[in-house]
């Protein structure tokens, strides 16, 4: 049972635009958010977390949005660019367990000039 | 400031054999968790140690184990090693594993079994 899902494997986008990436959760239990970034033969990279009781957390291009009743949050990118091509991941955590995160599949963003 | 390091950074060993994995945590850290990453499963929470003591523990067989030293250090060992066992282990450090502290994360160990 995957617990934390990202939905789109692949997202592209043109320079300059908008890249929204998507997250889904079941586990009602989950109240920090996290978002990494991974490029190829490093580990991940942390970018942005968020949680429970906000509902919106800013870091300059970087906005994560979550949505509890829906139990799907969202990583904004503005403007976009092309050093942020890499694989997005999602990951969720419970205050009571720290230190386990459960993490999505991961979606791989190109950004084209 | 140093970051979290991994060594080895590539491995290959054989069906049966055993390897051990070493982890340093940023300074300062105390919680230390490992996962592992296979193309078909992403990354999976093997488990985190603090203050020496193993706190979390992920869904993966007894071969799998590890411990911390005194200074926050971490060792992953998997004993009588499988095929599938073939991934890039990750090693994450935070300040206490509390909530609301983003873990870090070292470049990982490439593991590969003949």
């Known amino acids: 049972d995957q617990q934390v899902k990202q939905n789109s494997p692949s997202l592209s986008v043109q320079e300059g635009r908008i890249s929204i990436l998507n997250c889904d959760y079941t586990?009602?239990?989950?109240?920090?958010f996290l978002w990494y970034k991974k490029y190829p033969a490093e580990g991940p990279t942390f970018l942005i977390s968020?949680?429970?009781?906000?509902d919106k957390n800013e870091d300059g291009r970087f906005t994560v949005f979550l949505n509890k009743s829906a139990k799907h949050l969202s990583l904004h990118i503005v403007p976009s660019q092309p050093g942020d091509s890499a694989v997005y991941f999602c990951?969720?955590?419970?205050?009571?367990?720290?230190?386990?995160?459960?993490f999505g599949q991961g979606t791989t963003l190109q950004v084209k000039p | 400031k140093a970051g979290v390091t991994q060594t080895p950074r590539y491995l290959i060993k054989t069906r049966g054999q055993q390897v051990t994995l070493s982890c340093s945590p940023i300074?300062?850290?105390?919680?230390v968790s490992w996962y592992q990453q296979t193309p078909g499963q992403g990354l999976q929470f093997l488990f985190e140690?603090?203050?020496?003591?193993?706190?979390n523990k992920g869904n993966f067989p007894g071969r799998f184990s590890g411990r911390q030293f005194s200074n926050s250090r971490s060792e992953m060992n998997v004993s009588t090693l499988e095929l599938g066992d073939s991934a890039l282990y990750l090693c994450?450090?935070?300040?206490?594993?509390?909530?609301?502290?983003?873990?870090?994360f070292g470049d990982g160990t490439r593991l590969s079994i003949l």
């Open positions: 994450a450090s935070s300040l206490a594993g509390g909530s609301h502290q983003p873990q870090h």
């Open positions: 300074s300062g850290h105390r919680s």
């Open positions: 140690y603090f203050s020496e003591t193993q706190r």
């Open positions: 586990n009602s239990m989950f109240d920090y």
């Open positions: 968020i949680s429970s009781i906000k």
């Open positions: 990951a969720a955590g419970t205050s009571g367990n720290t230190g386990k995160l459960i």
